[in-house]
């Protein structure tokens, strides 16, 4: 961003032409600009300037760029798949279940165990996108309610899930007195 000081703008150079159109839009672009408050604070300025040159960058052609400070711990991977509501789903998401509040998972990427629904014994052991439940009362403590599940889009729907936050920006859904 910079200052442009209006009052050195040549309009006959900027809008070059002896037509009647290129003098209306002289007598336009001049209007316009006379028009503009041009009392101002310049400590103030300076210091907006400051504040938005800590968020952007230029290289060698002068080409702007936005800096953003990164957390590396906060990046997380897109599943692929999206909650009832269509929105995407991340890595590190909470869901919530069948529009109750309680009923809260987490998204994670690794390895979890495959179990054998009758007998509860892990049968084997995958890699992949999956679902953790967050420990909010008594029943999602139980088995086999507490074991992690595959993410899919099968659960999605059958669990009626949507996103309700992410475990960085509210690390409050992962605490046992949520309601």
């Known amino acids: 961003m910079r200052l442009i ?7 006959n150079e900027v809008f070059v032409g ?4 290129a003098q209306d839009t002289r007598n336009a672009a001049q209007m316009l600009i006379d028009n ?4 101002f604070d310049l400590d103030k300025v300076v210091e907006q300037l400051d504040k938005v040159s800590d968020y952007y960058e230029f290289d060698e052609q002068g080409k702007e760029h936005v800096q953003t400070e990164i ?3 906060t990046l997380c991977q897109f599943t692929g798949l999206c909650d009832k509501n269509g929105n995407k789903i991340w890595e590190n998401d909470i869901l919530m279940c069948h529009g109750n509040p309680k009923d809260l998972v987490k998204v994670l ?10 007998t509860g014994s892990i049968v084997d052991k995958v890699v992949g996108w999956h679902y953790e439940v967050v420990p909010t009362d008594a029943i999602s403590r139980c088995e086999p309610f507490c074991w992690p599940m595959p993410l899919t889009e099968y659960y999605i729907d ?16 992962l605490q046992e ?3």
Not at 5 to 10: E, L, T
Not at 158 to 173: A, K, S, Y
Request: a negative charge.
């Open 5 to 11: 000081d209006a009052d050195k703008i040549d309009f």
């Open 18 to 21: 002896a037509s009647e159109f």
């Open 36 to 39: 503009q408050p041009t009392d």
């Open 71 to 73: 957390i590396p711990e």
């Open 109 to 118: 990427f690794g390895e979890f165990g495959v179990r054998n629904i009758e």
């Open 158 to 173: 059958r669990c009626e899930m949507e996103v309700v936050g992410n475990i960085f920006d509210n690390p409050e859904l």
């Open 177 to 179: 007195e949520h309601k």
